[in-house]
């Protein structure tokens, strides 16, 4: 270890010296020979040669990234194969396609001989893939419906809509690629981008094409008026009237109770018909739970005027006293 530290020491100058020359010599060598073997021919490799698709972008649109490159193998000079290598000076092969929409790839033996030519003066060995792929659609403009987005409650709390939403124009055109127009499947919604409404709407919304389709859908419409009535649901109590039915002499509740009270929702355009109803809490013995012994309340009737109903309590357990 010792004699090796004291070979490479830089403490000698003339050792260092001739540590310079030798790599230069090695570095002149390898660089004489690396020349050399450029001039040879009958090389071969394989590169990645740059393509351009070429087609009419007024009626037809790509909907996925065009391929750039196509492998093959060259044969040819050392110097013509480097440069094909890293695509000096190479302009893309052009690869026209008059109707991209009826096929989604092109066979590489239709350009073979053709990119042949292009590619002088190399030669070509081998197309190392026989297809290229690309995915173009037609350009068409379509007829979808507006909707709104319903997925968000948008209104105030006991607030339903009175009638249905009026959307002015409720058809709209979207022009796009047909795989684009195709996963809108016929609508397109809009949100309202409000909450808590508690009165009647009257806006213009603006029309939003999904994040994901919005490099190749375009609308001519770029909002909708939208209207729509809201009804206020109140709510209210009553104190019912108890009426027991099939019960046998030996069979009672074992907690009589005072009152039973109902709790309820009535839109407010409907309370006025509540006040001709008569309401009772109908206790049942034929639908008790054999099982626990109990018997759950029924409200009779139940309008449909009314939402949201509750009881309390709703539930009873039975005594069963000893003949």
């Keep these: 270890m010792t004699k090796l530290k004291k070979f490479f020491s ?6 260092v010296a001739n540590m310079k020359v030798v790599a230069l010599c090695f570095l002149a060598a390898a660089t004489f020979w690396f020349l050399n073997a450029l001039n040879k021919d009958n090389y071969n490799t394989v590169v990645d040669y740059p ?6 972008k007024e009626e037809f649109m790509a909907v996925q990234e065009l391929p750039a490159k196509i492998k093959i193998e060259i ?16 302009s893309p092969f052009l690869i026209e396609i008059n109707n991209p929409a009826t096929k989604n790839y092109i066979l590489t033996s239709e350009i073979r001989r053709s990119l042949a030519e292009n590619i002088s003066p190399t030669t070509l060995v081998s197309m190392v893939s026989d297809t290229i792929k690309f995915k173009i659609d037609k350009i068409v403009t379509r007829k979808i419906k507006v909707e709104i987005d319903t997925t968000q409650n948008t209104l105030a709390n006991n607030f339903r809509l009175a009638n249905g939403f009026v959307i ?12 684009a127009l195709e996963k809108l499947d016929g609508k397109i919604k809009v949100a309202l981008s409000e909450n808590k409404i508690n009165s009647n709407f009257n806006k213009i919304i603006p029309i939003t094409i999904p994040e994901e389709l919005t490099d190749f859908l375009t609308i001519e419409e ?15 109590n009553k104190r019912l009237k108890i009426s027991k039915t099939n019960f046998p002499e030996n069979v009672s509740l074992l907690q009589e109770p005072n009152n039973i009270m109902m709790y309820y929702l009535i839109d407010e355009r409907k309370v006025e018909e509540l006040k ?7 206790l049942n013995y034929a639908n008790r739970n054999k099982q626990d012994s109990t018997i759950e309340v029924l409200v009779r009737p139940r309008p449909t005027i009314l939402e949201n109903i509750r009881v309390e309590p709703s539930v009873f357990r039975l005594k069963y006293d000893e003949k």
């Design 222 to 236: 770029e909002s909708v008026l939208v209207k729509f009535d809201v009804v206020q649901f109140l709510e209210g």
């Design 51 to 56: 393509i351009e698709i070429i087609y009419d």
């Design 168 to 179: 002015d124009p409720e058809i709209i055109d979207i022009k796009g690629p047909t795989s």
């Design 276 to 282: 001709s109803i008569d309401f009772e809490a109908v």
């Design 75 to 90: 044969n040819g000079n050392g110097w013509d194969l480097l440069r094909k290598y890293f695509n000096f000076n190479d």
């Design 10 to 15: 830089t403490d000698n100058p003339r050792k």
